[in-house]
């Protein structure tokens, strides 16, 4: 009889237990904070969303509370001015007690409910008092440079304190494994790879510094561990490796993009979001000609199935982009467009002979293509002889009467066609017209050269690939 109402006291008790753990329940201490709400958000990429809003209690405390559990990953308290007070790690149980003076958030800060939230307050307060030891002896040397034999004892005992938290460091993550924390602090310390360039001798090979690091890049980061995507250091390595360590040419990126997705494939929540973070990364992307990575990643990862859409619902919207996009990649020839001018007269942008063609799409009303103008006006002059240059620019007024005007008005000598009168179909959809002005220049063959750029640009785009042009003309010639 006892050992049945002990099991059932135990299953009674753990039942409780279980049920006290459902959903997440963040109670929050702040000390002399005058703020009567306080916000939860969390990272997610590159970008922060709010999840929750506490309002403080009669005992002072702020409760965030929810049936749900919330995703893991690093979270964010933050004041109703958007000050943040620190941040912090959910993982495993979601009832977890905080308290702090929000004046000096590491030395005061109290945790209940969450090892992995008091080993990583840990590992900042000793980083700290490493830096506190550290930078007087900094500000010594800097004052103390011509005492050579004392800077030398100062310097030494810098390097040991330096030795000191770098071990620290590397033993945190390595015994703390399975923590998110231990994982986020791996991902942001860079990678042991001097023991590959040093020989026996102990010197260094500065050729193999930049392919050697870019090879091991990676080595601290936890592909397995998909809660990285949300903090801030997933995007951080991803963007510093595509943006500085690889040759910025599309061969060399589809590679490397390549390269990233395969260590993402050992989880699929950590592919799926890769995927997704890529495309986005440069189907936004300012810089001319990463458009086609965002083709290449769509046709490739999500368009053949290999990786799941993150958002199904925007799979008929991205398909529909890369479609209107692919055309119009750089080096491709440019759509046909047989226009009429203000005589009626059909002009064939194919037809049209010169070394560079801009086509220029613009409006007689739109205030950006009248600054502008001066400036196409300007290049049609210097270059339409010297650089045998012509400009088919394309009206987008619905208004004949007024474009009309205004081409007479500014003189404009070129091939000047309305977009409205088309034998060749709809100029919006075949060159991705959503504004103007917007210029495309084109070689010889009518193979696109630039997009989206103005004159200033343009013109240098021009001048360096003629100078490029005659330098490899001369080196031909015996």
């Given at each position: 009889m006892k050992n049945t109402v002990a099991?059932?006291?135990?299953?009674?008790?753990?039942?409780?237990?279980?049920?006290?753990?459902?959903?997440?329940?963040?109670?929050?201490?702040?000390?002399?904070s005058a703020d009567t709400s306080v916000l939860l958000a969390h990272y997610y990429g590159s970008k922060q969303y709010l999840d929750d809003t506490a309002y403080r209690n009669k005992q002072g405390f702020y409760v965030f509370e929810g049936a749900e559990k919330l995703k893991d990953g690093m979270y964010i308290i933050a004041g109703t001015n958007k000050n943040k007070y620190f941040d912090f790690f959910l993982t495993g149980t979601q009832h977890i007690e905080f308290s702090c003076d929000p004046a000096n958030v590491v030395n005061t800060m109290q945790v209940k409910g969450s090892d992995?939230?008091?080993?990583?307050?840990?590992?900042?307060?000793?980083?700290?008092?490493?830096?506190?030891e550290i930078e007087p002896l900094n500000n010594w040397m800097k004052a103390n440079r011509d005492r050579k034999d004392s800077?030398?004892?100062?310097?030494?005992?810098?390097?040991?304190?330096?030795?000191?938290?770098?071990?620290?460091?590397?033993?945190?993550?390595?015994?703390?494994?399975?923590?998110?924390?231990?994982?986020?602090?791996?991902?942001?310390?860079?990678?042991e790879y001097m023991q590959y360039i040093t020989s026996p001798e102990g010197k260094i090979d500065?050729?193999?510094?930049?392919?050697?690091?870019?090879?091991?890049?990676?080595?601290?980061?936890?592909?397995?561990?998909?809660r990285l995507i949300y903090t801030p250091v997933f995007s951080q390595k991803i963007d510093f490796y595509l943006d500085k360590l690889v040759v910025p040419t599309r061969d060399s990126l589809e590679k490397d993009i390549d390269r990233v997705m395969t260590l993402a494939s050992v989880n699929k929540e950590m592919e799926t979001y890769m995927a997704w973070f890529l495309s986005l990364k440069y189907e936004t992307s300012q810089v001319m000609?990463?458009?086609?990575?965002?083709?290449?990643?769509?046709?490739?990862?999500?368009?053949?199935?290999?990786?799941?859409?993150?958002?199904?619902?925007?799979?008929?919207?991205?398909?529909?982009?890369?479609n209107a996009l692919e055309p119009l990649l750089l080096d491709k020839l440019a759509p046909e467009l047989i226009l009429v001018d203000t005589n009626n007269v059909a002009h064939s942008l194919q037809a049209t002979k010169a070394r560079y063609t801009l086509l220029f799409f613009w409006e007689s009303s739109c205030g950006h293509c009248q600054q502008e103008m001066p400036k196409v006006l300007k290049l049609y002059d210097d270059f339409h002889t010297r650089y045998n240059l012509e400009i088919y620019g394309v009206s987008t007024d619905t208004s004949f009467v007024k474009?009309?005007?205004?081409?007479?008005?500014?003189?404009?000598?070129?091939?000047?066609?309305?977009g409205h009168l088309s034998v060749s179909g709809n100029y919006h959809t075949l060159y991705d017209i959503r504004s103007t002005p917007i210029m495309y220049l084109l070689d010889e063959n009518k193979k696109i050269l630039t997009k989206f750029l103005l004159i200033d640009d343009i013109s240098n785009v021009i001048i360096k690939r003629e100078e490029a042009l005659e330098k490899s003309k001369k080196e031909k010639t015996p």
């Open positions: 099991l059932l006291f135990a299953l009674c008790f753990s039942s409780g237990l279980l049920a006290a753990e459902k959903g997440y329940k963040i109670t929050l201490k702040l000390t002399g992995d939230n008091n080993a990583f307050y840990s590992y900042i307060k000793y980083l700290g008092s490493k830096q506190k800077v030398a004892m100062v310097k030494s005992r810098i390097e040991a304190i330096d030795k000191q938290a770098k071990e620290f460091i590397k033993n945190f993550y390595t015994s703390n494994p399975g923590f998110l924390s231990a994982n986020f602090v791996k991902a942001n310390n860079e990678p500065s050729t193999l510094l930049y392919p050697t690091y870019k090879a091991h890049y990676f080595d601290n980061f936890t592909f397995t561990d998909p000609g990463h458009d086609a990575l965002f083709v290449y990643i769509v046709r490739k990862y999500l368009e053949t199935g290999k990786v799941d859409y993150l958002y199904p619902e925007v799979k008929d919207n991205i398909l529909k982009r890369i474009w009309k005007a205004y081409i007479k008005k500014n003189k404009m000598s070129w091939i000047n066609v309305n």
